[in-house]
Antibody, heavy 120, light 107 residues
Framework: EVQLVESGGGLVQPGESLRLSCAAS????????LTWVRQAPGKGLEWVSY????????NNADSVKGRFTISRDNAKNSLYLQMDSLRADDTAVYYC?????????????WGLGALVTVSS | AIRMTQSPSSFSASTGDRVTITCRAS??????LAWYQQKPGKAPKLLIY???TLQSGVPSRFSGSGSGTDFTLTISCLQSEDFATYYC?????????FGQGTKVEVK
């Protein structure tokens, strides 16, 4: 069974940093691209970042460019999101998700999400 | 960035109804469109990709159509478990974008 479990969320002050992790199981992790999608309270979905299976391709939303860094460790079946210079509008539930394939860049399995709250 | 606009933003329907949700892209995206369903407090669930391909395990009452800029998601016979919010997503551009969502509520 495919499972994705996010961790590392919490309450931080504006300007601080946080690192989210996503532990994967139930599939060949190194064969799949992965992505982060967030959802602010009561709002819609917003794509954040994408990383290919070998980390050769990384894309970030304009809203997080220069502040967030996506990475992965295929030996540990883990995905990460390093979030620096956090702002109040980064407050959201952050989901990690598996991408179906390079041809079908859609997310077929999602984690339960990790809540990040940025507030003073 | 490609902007995705869904309509309506919300509506009320009854079990058994045929419902249609529309998604319009700000530029042509061929068939690089997906639909997701999300229930409160849950992660999104992939329903359809490539505009009309049903994801494995998704009931056949869900269908998608369209290409270019205009797309539709149709639920042929609304069931109680289908009351949820639906999002379209384009993946024509490496920078994915989602529609704002359409909430289907109980009439």
């Amino acid at each position: 069974e495919v499972q994705l479990v996010e961790s590392g969320g919490g309450l931080v002050q504006p300007g601080e940093s946080l690192r989210l992790s996503c532990a994967a199981s139930g599939f060949t992790f190194s064969s799949y691209s992965l992505t982060w999608v967030r959802q602010a309270p009561g709002k819609g979905l917003e794509w954040v970042s994408y990383i290919s299976s070998s980390s050769n391709t990384i894309n970030n939303a304009d809203s997080v460019k220069g502040r967030f860094t996506i990475s992965r460790d295929n030996a540990k079946n883990s995905l990460y999101l390093q979030m620096d210079s956090l702002r109040a509008d980064d407050t959201a539930v952050y989901y990690c998700a598996r991408v179906v394939s390079s041809a079908s860049q859609v997310a077929d399995y999602w984690g339960l999400g990790a809540l990040v709250t940025v507030s003073s | 960035a490609i902007r995705m606009t869904q309509s309506p933003s919300s509506f009320s329907a009854s079990t058994g109804d045929r419902v249609t949700i529309t998604c319009r892209a700000s530029q042509g995206i061929s068939s690089y469109l997906a639909w997701y369903q999300q229930k409160p407090g849950k992660a999104p669930k992939l329903l359809i990709y490539a505009a009309s391909t049903l994801q494995s395990g998704v009931p056949s009452r869900f269908s998608g159509s369209g290409s270019g800029t205009d797309f539709t998601l149709t639920i042929s016979c609304l069931q109680s478990e289908d009351f949820a919010t639906y999002y379209c997503q384009q993946y024509y551009s490496p920078s994915w974008t989602f529609g704002q969502g359409t909430k289907v509520e109980v009439k």
